[in-house]
C-alpha cells in the first residue's frame, strides 16, 4: 500500500541540509571573500559556541521542556568568573564558586520544573532575569568583565590546531558525548520517553522528576562551557548580550533542525544542520551588510514559520493533533 503525500512525509532534516548546502554554494560564488579561509574560521567559530548552548537546549526541548535562562548563565557565570580573578581571588577557588553557581542555577531550574509543576517558560525566564540582574547590580562592576593577562582563557583563545581555533574541535566532542548520552545510554533513552509520554514514562517507572532537574543542569553546563569559550575567544564577556538576540537564534537552531518541540523527538543531527545553516546564514547577512534591525526581522520570521511547521507536523497531544469543532 503506498503512503500518500502530505506534512509528515516531509524530512526536515534533509531540507535543512539542501537549504544550507545551497545557501554556501550561492554564497560562495556570489559573495566576495567569502570563501576565503579567514571567513570559513569564523563561521566555524561561531557555529560551534551556538552550536553547544544548542546541544543544551536540545536535551531540554527533547524533554519536553523550554530554558529561557541559557544565555543569562552564560555570560553571567563567566563574568562572575572573570571578576573574581580580576579581584585577587585564586583561579581554582573562583572556578569552583561560578560552577557552583551554575550547577545552583540549573537544580532551581530543574527543582521547580519538575517537583514544583511551574511550567518552564515561567521558571526559566525569572530565573534567567535574577540571574542577569543580581549578578550586574552586585558581582561584577561593569559590563565588559576583560580576561586577566597570561590567564589559561587567554591561552585558550589564542590556541590553533591546522588554523583552526579550539571552540570547533569542543563542539564536535561534545556533539559525539550528547550523541553517546542521548542515543546508547538508559538515561538518554528515559530523556525521550519522558519528552514523547510524560505521565507513560512515570507509570512505567522511570524516574521523570530527577531527569528533569539532570536536563536543566546540562544544559547550565553548556551554557558555562560556552561562555568561556565566548572570553576566550574575545578577551572578554559582555554581560549585554543576555538582551541580544541570541536567546532566538539557539531556538531557531533547534527548531529549524529538526528538534520537535512537543518533545520526544529529534537529536545531535538536527542541531548540527540547523547549527550550519543559521551560521552560514547569519555570516551572508553580515557580508551583504544587511542592518542588524533587519537581520532580526529575517530570523524571527523564520523562526515563526519553524515553529508553525513544527505545530503541524510534531502536534503537542494526540488530542491536539484531531481536529476541533470550530
Known amino acids: 500500500m503506498e503512503r500518500s503525500f502530505g506534512w509528515k512525509s516531509l524530512n526536515q532534516e534533509r531540507i535543512v541540509l539542501a537549504i544550507a548546502i545551497g545557501l554556501f554554494a550561492v554564497a560562495s560564488v556570489g559573495l566576495p571573500g567569502f570563501l576565503t579561509a579567514g571567513n570559513l574560521v569564523a563561521i566555524l567559530r561561531s557555529v560551534s559556541v551556538l552550536g553547544i548552548l544548542s546541544l543544551g537546549m536540545a536535551v531540554v526541548i527533547i524533554g519536553r521542556g523550554i530554558d529561557l535562562s541559557i544565555v543569562a548563565v552564560m555570560a553571567m557565570s ?3 568568573y572573570l571578576q573574581m580573578l580580576g579581584n585577587g581571588v585564586a583561579d581554582l577557588t573562583a ?7 551554575v550547577l545552583a542555577i540549573g537544580l532551581v531550574n530543574g527543582f521547580l520544573v519538575a517537583y514544583a509543576e511551574v511550567p518552564a517558560i515561567f521558571v526559566t525566564l525569572a ?5 542577569f540582574g543580581y549578578v550586574r547590580s552586585q558581582l561584577i562592576a561593569q559590563d565588559a568583565v576583560p580576561v586577566p593577562h597570561g590567564h589559561w582563557v587567554e591561552a585558550l583563545g589564542q590556541m590553533r590546531l591546522a588554523s583552526i581555533p ?10 559525539f558525548v550528547a550523541f553517546l548520552f542521548l542515543r546508547f545510554t538508559r538515561w538518554g533513552r528515559f530523556v525521550y520517553y519522558a519528552g514523547d509520554n510524560p505521565v507513560a514514562a512515570r507509570n512505567i517507572g522511570i524516574p521523570v522528576r530527577p531527569m528533569l532537574v539532570l536536563r536543566y543542569v546540562i544544559s547550565a553546563l553548556a551554557a558555562f562551557v560556552s561562555g568561556l569559550l565566548t572570553a576566550a575567544s574575545l578577551q572578554s564577556i ?3 548580550v543576555v538582551n541580544s538576540t541570541l536567546l532566538y537564534d539557539i531556538v531557531l537552531v533547534a527548531v529549524i533542525g529538526g528538534i520537535g518541540l512537543s518533545g520526544g523527538k529529534g537529536g545531535v543531527r538536527n542541531v548540527l544542520y540547523g547549527a550550519a545553516l543559521i551560521g552560514i546564514m547569519l555570516n551572508t547577512m553580515t557580508i551583504i551588510d544587511i542592518p542588524l534591525l533587519y537581520q532580526n526581522l529575517i530570523k524571527s520570521t523564520i523562526l515563526l514559520a519553524a515553529i508553525i511547521f513544527d505545530g503541524v507536523i510534531n502536534p503537542r497531544d494526540e488530542q491536539t493533533a484531531q481536529q476541533g469543532d470550530i
Request: proline share 4%; no cysteine; charged share 5%.
Open 238 to 240: 559582555n554581560s549585554r
Open 78 to 80: 563567566v563574568a562572575w
Open 95 to 101: 572556578f569552583a564558586l561560578a560552577l557552583a553557581g
Open 166 to 175: 579550539p571552540e570547533v574541535f569542543l563542539f564536535a566532542g561534545l556533539a
Open 127 to 131: 530565573s534567567g532575569s535574577f540571574v
